[in-house]
Structure formats: structure tokens, C-alpha cells
């Protein structure tokens, strides 16, 4: 079954403690993004990958970071997250450059910062 | 001012009801738009997508873009209940993935 996972699914932390959410894709694509979303703002775009150690900032990268070390793994890494990263995750893949219709969503990470 | 904006809602509407949901955007680079829809708890999944001005239909989804007035629709045939759920426009400039989303709107079918 083609699908996007994310590891947790649900993660409370304190101010300053590292954490790493992982995301995998189980379809060979290219293309893979971060997302955050936030009542009233909808998603916003983190960061996003289009190929292995090809990345790139999204809407709103800062206190994030990425990697793409190879191509089914995009984990985000939040060195010393902080209460206004308090939100919802989501992972993303797509397979080419107009493939749309092949994008997927992981089903969500929901991260609160204590 | 926002690059997307999107009817915030909610809506909410009687069963079998026509259903419209609207975007504007200010940036001319878009190129390629979309409509997802989100339940609650999951992630969004792609309902439509398309690159060029006009209609596209799929089933009882119609998806409209006018590129001159900057606006886009998504138009919903003979809602059902099961069609419940938060809709998000986005677009995206570079067809390498760099989508910018609107604010989504929540519609509620009622039977």
C-alpha cells in the first residue's frame, strides 16, 4: 500500500529539548515536503526537497531543520523548539514534476511545546 | 496581504445542496492549482488539480480557474453528508512543490 508515515503521532516536549519527527514514503518519489498547520493560517510550507541531499525553505523555516540522506527518509529536526511550534505536522510526497496527482499526505504529527 | 485567501466559512449546507468554495491570489507566477480536502484527524488528500484556465470536472467536483481575475472555485454537485470535511486551495509557482495553501474553509452537509 502506497502511504507516508510520521513518527509519533503525538509528542509533548519541553522548551529546548531536541526532537527529530521522522517521515517515510514508500513509493520511490522525488519530491518531499513539511508542513505546519495552524487554526486560521492553514498550511504553511517548511521546508521541501525535490531529490537526496537536495532541500530547500519553504513559508516558514526558521527553527527548523532537514535532510535527505536518501530518498524514502525527510525528517524534521527541531534542535531547541520553542512554544510557538506548538502545532500540527504533516509530511508530504510527490512523485514528478507535475505528478500532482500523486501527491500523499503522512496522516500528521501533533507537537506540543511545554 | 496574504498571497492566497480563501472564504474562511464556515459553511453549511442542506444535502443534495450546490456547494461553492472560492480562492483569490495576488502573485501572477502561480502556475498550478489545487484543491485538497481534509477530515478531521487526517491528513489533506488531493481532490483536484490543474495548470490552465478553465473548468475541470471530475464525478460531481467541478474546479474553475480564471487566471485574468486571479480567482479560483471549486464547485460541489449533489453534496452529500460524507462531504463534511475542511477544504484547502493551494498553488504552487515553481511546479517543484513549493505550494502555498489558503486558509481552508469547513463545510458541514446536513441530511
Known amino acids: 500500500e502506497a502511504q507516508v508515515t510520521q513518527n509519533p503521532r503525538y509528542l509533548i516536549t519541553v522548551t529546548g529539548k531536541k526532537l527529530t519527527v521522522t517521515c517515510s514514503q514508500n513509493m520511490n518519489h522525488e519530491y518531499m515536503s513539511w508542513y505546519r498547520q495552524d487554526p486560521g493560517l492553514g498550511l504553511r510550507q517548511i521546508y521541501y526537497?525535490?531529490?537526496?541531499?537536495?532541500?530547500d525553505k519553504g513559508d516558514v523555516p526558521e527553527g527548523y531543520k532537514v535532510s535527505r540522506k536518501e530518498k524514502r527518509n525527510f525528517p524534521l529536526i527541531l534542535e531547541s523548539p520553542s512554544p510557538n511550534q506548538t502545532s500540527l505536522y504533516f509530511c508530504?510526497?510527490?512523485?514528478?514534476?507535475?505528478?500532482?496527482?500523486?501527491?500523499?499526505f503522512g496522516p500528521g504529527t501533533r507537537l506540543t511545546v511545554l | 496581504q496574504k498571497e492566497v485567501e480563501q472564504d474562511p466559512g464556515p459553511l453549511s449546507v442542506p444535502e443534495g445542496a450546490i456547494v461553492s468554495l472560492n480562492c483569490t491570489y495576488s502573485n501572477s507566477a502561480f502556475q498550478y492549482f489545487m484543491w485538497y480536502r481534509q477530515y478531521s484527524r487526517k491528513g489533506p488528500e488531493l481532490l483536484m488539480y490543474?495548470?490552465?484556465?478553465g473548468n475541470k470536472e471530475d464525478g460531481r467536483f467541478t474546479a474553475q480557474v480564471d487566471k485574468s481575475s486571479k480567482y479560483i472555485s471549486l464547485f460541489i454537485r449533489d453534496s452529500q453528508p460524507s462531504d463534511s470535511a475542511t477544504y484547502l486551495c493551494a498553488m504552487d509557482r515553481t511546479s517543484y512543490g513549493k505550494l502555498t495553501f489558503g486558509q481552508g474553509t469547513i463545510l458541514t452537509v446536513h441530511p
Open positions: 526537497s525535490m531529490n537526496v541531499e537536495v532541500t
Open positions: 490543474t495548470y490552465s484556465s
Open positions: 508530504a510526497s510527490r512523485g514528478g514534476t507535475t505528478s500532482y496527482n500523486e501527491q500523499f
